[in-house]
């Protein structure tokens, strides 16, 4: 049995830490990477308070042929399955290689709504050889959730999985 829940009074950057541990421990030895971002996904939704929505999407070919992002494991509501590149904030993290901190969802243009709940979210991409080849995204009912803080956690959370996802 795996018992990773953390104390309710870490501050951020030490649960980002223990968080970043019980990822390392759960998905160094473990080639698959859909378990890797599956137990991944459990961690995130035990170690981070005030989620809705927390989980993978990742690159790969659409009818088109053009890269588009697919669903991955994640912890929530049934989300959607496939976001373009140029959609949502999901799609601008994956496209530009950068992080996405957004305050507010509905003043994000093209946001795309998964659960009505969502307010704010948290988009960091995964990258292997200097390539995109996913995202983690973390959803909140709370306006202004996620700061600084969270992003570099989860950029850390981010490279450590590059390879393993
Ligand atoms: N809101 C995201 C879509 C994914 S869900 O939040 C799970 C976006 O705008 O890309």
């Given at each position: 049995m795996y018992d990773f829940k953390p104390d309710d009074a870490l501050d951020t950057a030490e649960r980002y830490r223990q968080l970043c541990d019980a990822a390392d421990a759960l998905t160094s030895?473990?080639?698959d990477a859909v378990a890797n971002m599956a137990n991944v996904a459990a961690l995130m939704w035990e170690f981070?308070?005030?989620?809705?929505w927390a989980g993978f999407y990742r690159i790969a070919p659409a009818k088109s042929g053009a890269d588009e992002l697919v669903l991955g494991p994640f912890v929530g509501r049934p989300a959607c399955i496939r976001i373009p590149l140029d959609k949502g904030v999901c799609g601008a993290a994956a496209l530009s290689g950068e992080t996405q901190l957004v305050d507010d969802v509905h003043a994000f243009p093209g946001h795309i709504a998964?659960?009505?709940?969502?307010?704010s979210e948290l988009v960091v991409p995964v990258t292997r050889d200097g390539a995109v080849v996913g995202v983690i995204d973390l959803d909140s009912?709370?306006?202004?959730?996620?700061?600084d803080e969270d992003a570099s956690g989860l950029k850390k959370l981010a490279r450590l999985l590059s390879g393993r996802v």
């Open positions: 030895d473990e080639p981070l308070p005030d989620l809705n998964c659960d009505a709940a969502s307010r009912p709370s306006p202004g959730r996620f700061t």
